[in-house]
């Protein structure tokens, strides 16, 4: 049975849900004016805890919030951990996120009094064995030129849009493109391909959100001597005869895809256990990063 706990800290304090549920008619509401992250704790580490908080902050100094009141990395650490500690999270798999959200009354307009709401989360992973079905969306990618595509700001209705086109033709997942036409990433992942030992995935320049796990993938390749990889501008067909296609994640870390459309894909045992050694090796060699 999943578990799941949920905590606020208004300002750094720690208050009820009762007590912040007046103040949310506002910019965060209103207009998405936040961000959050998305975190794997596993082995009684919180996976890339430096990475994620630090693209937090970054997503924060976008959205102008006054120094001050940003949490500071080890006080968002430190109440993490007491909330895995108290709820027996402790020697179990758990999904972290922290939502991030400022509370201003002015809508456009700078407000002296703005407030931060930050909302952790903490849940059980429930582990899916299985290959996924990807449906090229309708929905396009957002260019980056109209939104800072490398923060993972609070406004991703594109992500949710194109998530739910898939859903409801049953497949488990959205395959984005850009406004090109060409392979940007799925509405909750990084994409990637084999074909023989060289491994591709869309670049930033696809206007993709480049996730951590995204990162870590490529300096495990590039690790690797076996295998290449190289970051581009691809086609949808070019992905069609690989011999294997992921998607990554920070929480998922490395799950198949089985077909894009109606058309399925190959798996290439062989060259799918190489990248998940790979990975598996990065990750033990960065643990305390």
């Known amino acids: ?10 300002n750094n304090e ?3 849900c009762r007590d912040i549920n007046h103040k949310l008619f506002s910019s965060a509401l209103f207009y998405g004016t936040g961000c959050f992250e998305t ?3 596993e082995n009684k ?3 890339r805890f430096d990475n994620h908080i630090n693209r937090l902050h970054r997503g924060l100094d976008y959205l102008e919030l006054p120094a001050h009141l940003i949490p500071k990395k080890e006080y968002l650490r430190e109440r993490i951990q007491e ?3 108290l709820n027996g999270f402790n020697d179990k798999p758990a999904k972290i996120r922290v939502q991030c959200s400022l509370l201003e009354q002015n809508g456009y307009r700078l407000d002296s009094d703005v407030e931060l709401l930050t909302h952790i989360r903490i849940s059980s992973i429930e582990y899916v064995d299985k290959s996924l079905r990807l449906l090229t969306a309708k929905t396009r990618v957002i260019p980056s030129e109209c939104r800072p ?5 609070s406004n991703m209705l594109h992500y949710r849009t194109a998530f739910r086109e898939a859903v409801k033709k049953k497949y488990d997942d959205a395959l984005i493109l850009t406004i ?3 392979i940007a990433e799925t509405s909750v992942a990084n994409i990637f391909w084999a074909i023989d030992n060289n491994v591709y995935t869309p670049s930033k320049e696809c206007s993709i959100l480049p996730g951590i796990m995204r990162k870590d993938t490529i300096e495990a390749i ?3 001597k076996k295998l290449k990889v190289e970051e581009g501008i691809y086609n949808r067909d070019s992905i069609l005869n690989a011999d294997l296609v992921w998607i990554s994640n920070s929480v998922i870390e490395f799950q198949p895809v089985f077909s894009i459309d109606e058309v399925k894909l190959n798996c290439n045992e062989a060259i799918m256990n190489e990248i998940i050694t790979s990975i598996q090796y990065y990750t033990r060699s960065n643990s305390k990063e």
């Not at 049975?1 to 208004?10: G, R, V």
């Open 14 to 16: 720690e208050v009820s």
């Open 45 to 47: 580490q919180i996976c």
């Open 149 to 153: 595509s490398d923060l993972k700001l």
């Open 83 to 85: 909330k895995l500690d």
């Open 180 to 182: 090109d036409g060409n």
């Open 1 to 10: 049975m999943s578990k799941q706990i949920d905590c606020y800290f208004l």
């Open 222 to 224: 590039k690790g690797n």
């Open 39 to 41: 975190m794997r704790f």
